[in-house]
T-cell receptor, first 113, second 111 residues
Framework: KAGVTQTPRYLIKTRGQQVTLSCSPI?????VSWYQQTPGQGLQFLFE???????NKGNFPGRFSGRQFSNSRSEMNVSTLELGDSALYLC????????????FGPGTRLTVT | SQQGEEDPQALSIQEGENATMNCSYK?????LQWYRQNSGRGLVHLIL?????REKHSGRLRVTLDTSKKSSSLLITASRAADTASYFC???????????FGQGTELSVKP
């Protein structure tokens, strides 16, 4: 069974630009969660989608948004990028949600200059 | 703020020794999970322990949970160089839906 895939793996953007990251979950998984990982703040929950609906959201500004498609693939978008948005963005999929075993993708390394 | 806090932040041991990592959390939980991350890559799920369980084993891993102290520990026995990684505990609250990670313990196992 194919694992969770994330594209692109690396991305360099300039302040003020926007970016879209993509996540394809394991086949059959309906829950997709997104996390931001930085050296200073660690791993922080962004949001979780289940069957195309956002069920939970972390404490991030409205510049961070996401969506999930009918095939469970998910995208997250960050508008008006700031230097502090430089991070490893991880997505994870599971059958039911974050409370149970999650399968993580390799992450997208975003650098904002 | 992070739900979980882990100690030590870093641990260096020799192959064959045991490694113990501790995690403390703040609010009541449903489950507590442990994950491993190798050098800035994706996380790998290791073990899940439910709030009504006190101990769980999986291969060389042993996890304990003390809900009265809001703490958990992960023991890796007979460690190997391949165990070198960062280890994170993660909790979800009764409201569910959010998995909150600790800051992690960086384990280095020297051959």
């Amino acid at each position: 069974k194919a694992g969770v895939t994330q594209t692109p793996r690396y991305l360099i953007k300039t302040r003020g630009q926007q970016v879209t990251l993509s996540c394809s979950p394991i086949s059959g998984h309906r829950s997709v969660s997104w996390y931001q990982q930085t050296p200073g703040q660690g791993l922080q929950f962004l949001f979780e989608y289940f069957s195309e609906t956002q069920r939970n959201k972390g404490n991030f500004p409205g510049r961070f948004s996401g969506r999930q498609f009918s095939n469970s693939r998910s995208e997250m978008n960050v508008s008006t990028l700031e230097l502090g948005d430089s991070a490893l963005y991880l997505c994870a999929s599971s059958w039911t949600g974050p409370a149970y075993e999650q399968y993580f993708g390799p992450g997208t390394r975003l650098t904002v200059t | 703020s992070q739900q979980g806090e882990e100690d030590p932040q870093a641990l260096s041991i020799q192959e064959g020794e045991n490694a113990t990592m501790n995690c403390s959390y703040k609010t009541s939980i449903n489950n507590l999970q442990w994950y491993r991350q190798n050098s800035g890559r994706g996380l790998v799920h290791l073990i899940l322990i439910r709030s009504n369980e006190r101990e769980k084993h999986s291969g060389r891993l042993r996890v304990t949970l003390d809900t009265s102290k809001k703490s958990s520990s992960l023991l890796i026995t007979a460690s190997r160089a391949a165990d070198t990684a960062s280890y994170f505990c993660a909790t979800d609250s009764f409201q569910g839906g959010k998995l909150i990670f600790g800051q992690g313990t960086e384990l280095s196992v020297k051959p």
